[in-house]
C-alpha cells in the first residue's frame, strides 16, 4: 500500500462520513446493500470503534412527482433487501419539527426514511482499516508517491516511487480524484474527469440534528458530528479542478438551500470549508475491474459517493486482484460499459457526460 | 472566479455553463471506429494544471468559449470565441 501522502490525510479525512444503501439502478443497489452490511460488521472485523451510527436517513421529497420517484426507489431498495419507509407529514413533524414545512416555494410533501443509513466516523475508519491490514501483513508505506508503472509487453512488473523502485505481477490504482494522473503512467486515459465537491462544518452545538436529512430541492444535506459540529453540503461546483477548494457560487446556493429548509441553524457559525477532489465517471457510477494491461487492476469513479463504499470497494476489489473473478455485488462496475453502451448504471438519468453529474 | 468573454469583458461564472475539454471540438467523422468515438465522448486526459475548455455564455450573449485555465489554481489565462477558434483551425 503506497500513499504519496500520510495515511487518512485525502478524501476519506474530509467527507461528509454518511454511509447509507438506498441506490436505485441495478449494479449499484447490489453494490452499495453489500457495502452497508460490511459496514454493519466492521467494527468486529476491524476491532475498531469507527463509531457507525445508524441514525437514520431522512430525504424529503416536495412534489407529487418526487413523492411518485421517493416510492419506486423505496420498493427498489426493498427488493434489493435493505429497509425504506414512507414517512407522511405527520410522521415526519413528530421526527423532524424543526423543518420549515409550511412555505409557499418548497412545501415539504413528506420523505423516505432509511433507518439503518447513518453516519461513520471518517477518521476512525481510515485508521481502524489502517491496523486491520497491518495486522493481516499488508506493508503500508507513507510518504511514498508512485512516479512511474512498468510494463512490459503488455504485463505489468512493477512501479517506480520517490523511494525505490517496487516489483510486483498485479497492482492496483485506487486514488480517487487524481485516478487520471496515475492512469496516464500506464498510458491510459479514462473516462473520468476531476471535479470539485465543497462541505462545510459549523462550531460545535449541543444535540439537535438526530439524522441525516437532505433535502430534495436543490441540493443540501446535513447531519450532526458526534463532536456537535453540522457537517453539510451541497452540489459539485461544475467544473474540472484539482485547487482543493471551490467558488463562491456554490457556497451561497449550499447555504440557501440548508436556511431554506431549516431556518433554526442560521444562528450557527460555520467553522471551516473545505473542496475534495472526485474522480468523476460519465454516468456517475464507479469501476472496479481490470485493464487491458496484464496485472492492473482500477477501482476509480466513486464520484461524491466514496465513503459509504469503502468497505464494499475494498472487499471486492481484493477479490477481484486475487482470483482474477469480479465479486458478485460489482460485477457491473465496468470499465468498458461506456464504449459498449451497456450496464450504464446513471441514477439521475441526466446523461452520460461528465458535466452532468 | 469570472471568464473573460470576448463580448461581454469579465462576468461572474453563475453567468456560464461548463460543457467539459475542448477537445469536442475535433469531432471525428461519422463512420470513425467505435474507439474513436468512445474515445471523443468519454475520455478524458483530466489535467491537473492548464486545460482547455468548453464554456456557454448562457445568461449572457449566448457565446461559446474556448477557456484556457489552470485548475489547479482556477487561474483564467485566456478566453475565445469557439468560432474564432474552429476558423483558424480550419
Known amino acids: 500500500m503506497l500513499e504519496k501522502g500520510y495515511l487518512g490525510g485525502g478524501n476519506v479525512g474530509r467527507n461528509t462520513t454518511i454511509v447509507r444503501a438506498n441506490y436505485f439502478l441495478p449494479g449499484n443497489s447490489e453494490f452499495y446493500s453489500h457495502s452497508l452490511k460490511l459496514w454493519e460488521g466492521l467494527e468486529q472485523d476491524l476491532n475498531y470503534n469507527v463509531m457507525l451510527s445508524q441514525r437514520g436517513q431522512i430525504s424529503l421529497f416536495h412534489s407529487d412527482g418526487q413523492r411518485d420517484a421517493a416510492i419506486r426507489r423505496g420498493n427498489s431498495i426493498i427488493n434489493q433487501g435493505d429497509d425504506a419507509e414512507l414517512l407522511s407529514v405527520p410522521e415526519l413533524k413528530k421526527m423532524v419539527p424543526y423543518l420549515d414545512y409550511d412555505q409557499a416555494r418548497f412545501p415539504i410533501y413528506g420523505a423516505i426514511l432509511q433507518r439503518r443509513a447513518g453516519t461513520a466516523r471518517h477518521d476512525a475508519v481510515a485508521w481502524g482499516f489502517a491496523r486491520g491490514a497491518s495486522d493481516r501483513g499488508v506493508d503500508l508505506i507513507q510518504n511514498c508517491e508512485v512516479t512511474g508503472i512498468d510494463i512490459e509487453d503488455g504485463k505489468v512488473t512493477g512501479v517506480q516511487t520517490t523511494r525505490g523502485a517496487i516489483r510486483a505481477k498485479k497492482v492496483a490504482i485506487i486514488v480517487a480524484g487524481r485516478t487520471s494522473k496515475v492512469a496516464a503512467m500506464a498510458g491510459m486515459r479514462l473516462p473520468i474527469e476531476s471535479h470539485i465537491l465543497q462541505a462545510f462544518v459549523t462550531e460545535g452545538l449541543k444535540p439537535c440534528i438526530d439524522h441525516v436529512i437532505s433535502f430534495g430541492m436543490g441540493h443540501f444535506y446535513i447531519s450532526q458530528s458526534d463532536k456537535g459540529g453540522l457537517v453539510f453540503g451541497g452540489d459539485l461546483d461544475f467544473y474540472a479542478s484539482y485547487a482543493a477548494r471551490g467558488n463562491l457560487p456554490t457556497v451561497e446556493h449550499v447555504m440557501e438551500a440548508g436556511m431554506t429548509l431549516m431556518p433554526a441553524i442560521g444562528k450557527a457559525r460555520v467553522l471551516r470549508s473545505w473542496g475534495g477532489i472526485m474522480d468523476m465517471t460519465p454516468d456517475g457510477s464507479p469501476i472496479i475491474d481490470k485493464t487491458h494491461i496484464d496485472g492492473l487492476f482500477i477501482d476509480c469513479g466513486w464520484c461524491y459517493g466514496g465513503f459509504k463504499a469503502v468497505p464494499g470497494s475494498g472487499n471486492c476489489m481484493a477479490q477481484l486482484v486475487a482470483t482474477g473473478q469480479p465479486h458478485e455485488a460489482a460485477r457491473k462496475f465496468r470499465l468498458d460499459r461506456f464504449r459498449t453502451g451497456r450496464g450504464l448504471m446513471d441514477e439521475e438519468g441526466t446523461g452520460m457526460q461528465h458535466n452532468l453529474h | ?90
Request: glycine fraction near 6%; charged fraction near 30%; hydrophobic fraction near 35%.
Open chain 2, 1 to 90: 472566479m469570472r471568464l473573460n468573454c470576448p463580448n461581454c469583458g469579465w462576468r461572474d461564472i453563475r453567468e456560464f455553463t461548463y460543457i467539459g475539454s475542448a477537445d469536442f471540438l475535433d469531432r471525428p467523422e461519422p463512420d470513425a471506429p467505435i474507439e474513436v468515438w468512445d474515445d471523443y465522448i468519454h475520455n478524458r486526459t483530466n489535467p491537473d494544471g492548464i486545460t482547455r475548455e468548453l464554456w456557454f455564455h448562457e445568461q449572457g450573449c449566448g457565446a461559446w468559449l474556448v477557456v484556457t485555465r489552470n485548475t489547479r489554481t482556477h487561474e483564467i489565462i485566456n478566453c475565445q470565441l469557439a468560432s474564432d477558434v474552429k476558423e483558424a483551425a480550419e
